[in-house]
């Protein structure tokens, strides 16, 4: 390859209010076919939109999530273009004024700068596949608030791209901005992507492919796309400026319009709705009302808790469980065995079951106890697993539960010492032939012994034991 890609990304991203931006609908993802709708968002003519002010404190919460400046003034303008989507036949934007600016995220350590975030409203969806030959338009999206997030042409890789996108929709997550379902269309990506020869700063001409809704996705479409222009670029030719649309299915993408017949948007300011004025004080206390954001707490598991980086990863990628795991461990310190029993256990129920962490049976200090007597040798750490499963089923308290179920271990030696006895005596040839040097067959015997005392043996004595017992065997 004898270019360098350039990238930069344009994100849309659904904004987690409970009604429209310029209307009472709900915003919510779904519901029937425009059985969300008024006369306000299906732009009837002669009604007035009124702004959320919500949308206005969800997006600057998504500009300190991804570091940049939340602007007192900001102000919405019309961009007009004509779609059966948009029945307004104008959409209400930010372009001249967009509520934050210059903002910056590190990925892999290379930092993309981010030139803007605005808010506007989302647009209606078209179904072409329900009846030969019709269209139809489902208007319940239209007037759910989006953020805009546009990156300066800062990307050089698809796997660059694709760390960033997945960087910004968790840190989204986190400020309670959007649930970043990009399998839902909640979070979208336009990837503007130009050439130019190694070496050189000269950026080339850029092809934008619009609307990829998953990672894979991006990474497919860029590396597509990287193919095409640098082949163009090969045998002498230009790349065009367009508009280019993904085919996921065929792995291409194919030209929507190019430059010629780009729209002339004629923005002009939105004459119905004031300019939005966040005063520093409110700016402030949006400020402070931010949680940790995701590279911090990876920061804080990894140093702090000591965690290995994959798990700390794996923990954060899901809020919810990470959020769980934090409460636990405020109660109770024991920072890796919570973590274990969280990642290996907690993540395989709720990975079978396909629920969330966050409305789980059983609170963090069920999960602190069980830990806890694990730890303190009260119970093995296989009952602890089956103890979180009893508690992931049907909640309960994890210390009756232990005693109920016969989990906690007895220290007893003489029941112990009358089970091991009994073992060795059922088992004189695999005894000899262990003192004759074949160290396997003590796995064995420990089964055996474990088998027959049931979860309340302690497997540490059990085993000292067994040894103590075996060598005095003549
Ligand atoms: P427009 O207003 O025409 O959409 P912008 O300057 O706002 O253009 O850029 C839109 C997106 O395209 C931004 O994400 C920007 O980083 C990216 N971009 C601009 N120039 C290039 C280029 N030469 N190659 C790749 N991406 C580019
Ligand atoms: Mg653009
Ligand atoms: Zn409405």
Do not use: W
């Not at 409970?18 to 779904?30: I, M, P, Q, R």
């Not at 647009?123 to 997030?149: F, Q, T, W």
């Not at 080339?204 to 996705?217: D, M, V």
Request: aromatic share 8%; with cysteine.
């Amino acid at each position: 390859m004898k270019y360098q890609s350039v990238i930069g990304l344009e994100i849309h991203a659904e904004m987690l209010t409970n009604s429209k931006v310029f209307c009472t609908c709900s915003a919510e993802f779904g519901g029937a076919e425009n059985s969300r709708v008024c006369p306000r968002c299906s732009g009837l003519p002669g009604t007035l939109p009124v702004f959320n002010r919500g949308a206005a404190y969800l997006a600057a919460r998504a500009g300190f999530a991804l570091e940049c400046t939340v602007n007192n003034y900001s102000a919405f303008d019309r961009k007009n273009y004509f779609y059966p989507d948009l029945p307004k036949a104008y959409q209400i934007t930010q372009f001249t004024y967009p509520i934050c600016t210059d903002g910056k995220i590190n990925v892999g350590g290379r930092d993309i700068r981010i030139n803007r975030i605005h808010i506007e409203e989302d647009a209606g969806k078209l179904v072409h596949d329900d009846y030969e030959g019709i269209s139809m338009a489902d208007y319940n999206r239209c007037g759910v608030p989006l953020i805009e997030i546009v990156t300066e042409p800062d990307i050089r890789t698809a796997e660059e791209a694709r760390d960033f996108v997945e960087q910004i929709a968790l840190r989204l997550k986190y400020a309670g901005v959007c649930d970043s379902r990009m399998e839902q269309g909640s979070l979208r990506v336009d990837v503007n992507i130009s050439l130019m020869p190694y070496g050189s700063d000269v950026f080339g001409t850029r092809a934008e492919i619009k609307n990829l809704n998953s990672l894979k996705s991006i990474v497919r479409a860029i590396e597509y796309e990287t193919e095409r222009q640098s082949e163009i670029l090969d045998r002498g030719g230009e790349v065009v400026q367009e508009t280019r649309r993904y085919n996921d299915n065929r792995g291409m993408t194919n030209s929507l319009r190019s430059k010629e017949e780009a729209h002339d948007y004629r923005y002009f300011p939105e004459p119905d709705i004031p300019p939005v004025f966040l005063s520093d004080a409110e700016i402030a206390e949006i400020r402070n009302s931010m949680p940790e954001m995701p590279g911090k707490r990876l920061e804080r598991y990894t140093n702090e808790y000591g965690l290995r980086e994959e798990d700390a990863r794996l923990l954060i990628s899901d809020k919810s469980l990470s959020d769980f795991y934090d409460e636990t461990v405020r109660i109770y310190p024991s920072y890796k065995p919570v973590a274990n029993l969280v990642l290996v256990e907690l993540l395989r129920l709720l990975n079978e079951s396909e629920a969330s962490a966050d409305n789980l049976k059983f609170t963090p200090d069920a999960l602190a106890r069980t830990v806890k007597m694990a730890d303190e040798g009260r119970i093995s750490k296989n009952a602890a697993k089956d103890i979180l499963k009893i508690l992931f089923s049907s909640g309960g308290d994890p210390v009756y539960t232990a005693g109920e179920r016969g989990f906690i271990m007895s220290d007893d030696e003489d029941d112990l010492a009358e089970i091991i006895d009994k073992v060795i005596s059922e088992n004189k040839d695999s005894v000899e032939s262990y003192k004759a040097g074949n160290q396997k067959v003590f796995g064995f015997l420990m089964g055996q012994v474990v088998r027959e005392a049931g979860k309340s043996a302690n497997p540490k004595l059990a085993k000292d034991l067994l040894m103590k017992k075996i060598r005095e065997v003549r």
